[in-house]
């Protein structure tokens, strides 16, 4: 798939051609991840993880960070839906990947695209709306190339999805699965708005 085959199934070409796709030189990126690994990411960098079948090929292992931005809340995004999954704190790990490196692109329920870790930066920079995407790299960030480890916020981002402020969420059982946070109470909910 063309970048500009992407750029319209995902809804991205109302971006300006000459802005969407603008390098940012040695892009600086953040990875969030639990406080309890920050000694072991600063001996030995920030391995990758399975994302699992149906990955692109070559992109079975990933690193999943945001470009940073000029907007906080956009680039550390993702926070909050990731403590969903038990974690309790989280801090940023910062790093430069080279220019030219290969990345996939998008939107989290959507096609990626792949394109050199600077073109992603420029259109996750110049989108009019960047909730919920992300950038996958597919190798392990050295320990060389990380600039520095912050604390966060923690409140910071969405959870469920981008657009669910305000929403009451789906209590079904593939949604809130048993044992998250809060799943009894809203799986009640869910099944009393059901019933009326």
């Known amino acids: 798939m063309t970048i500009e085959q992407w750029k319209n199934a995902v809804g991205a070409a109302e971006l300006n051609p000459e802005s969407a796709l603008t390098l940012i030189p040695m892009a600086l ?7 309890k690994q920050s000694a072991s990411i600063r001996r030995s960098g920030v391995k990758p993880q399975r994302i699992g079948p149906g990955a692109p090929k070559g992109y079975d292992r990933v690193v999943f960070a945001m470009p940073v931005t000029n907007d906080f809340y956009i680039s ?3 926070l909050r839906e990731l403590k969903r999954g038990g974690q309790k704190i989280f801090v940023g ?4 990947i080279p220019d030219d490196q290969a990345v996939m692109v998008g939107h989290y329920n959507q096609t990626h695209a792949q ?4 073109e992603a930066a420029g259109l996750v920079f110049n989108l009019p709306n960047a909730e919920g995407y992300e950038v996958m790299i597919p190798r392990k960030i050295d ?8 604390p966060l916020p923690q409140v910071l981002g969405w959870r469920y999805s981008p657009n669910s402020k305000g929403r009451k969420p789906c ?26």
């Open 115 to 118: 394109m050199a870790a600077s």
């Open 171 to 196: 209590g079904c059982p593939v949604c809130v699965p048993r044992g998250e946070i809060k799943s009894k109470q809203i799986r009640t909910d869910y099944n009393s708005s059901l019933d009326d």
């Open 143 to 150: 320990a060389d190339e990380i600039l520095d480890i912050k």
């Open 93 to 96: 790990v910062y790093f430069r």
């Open 76 to 78: 550390h995004q993702w």
């Open 29 to 35: 990126f953040v990875h969030l991840a639990p406080e």
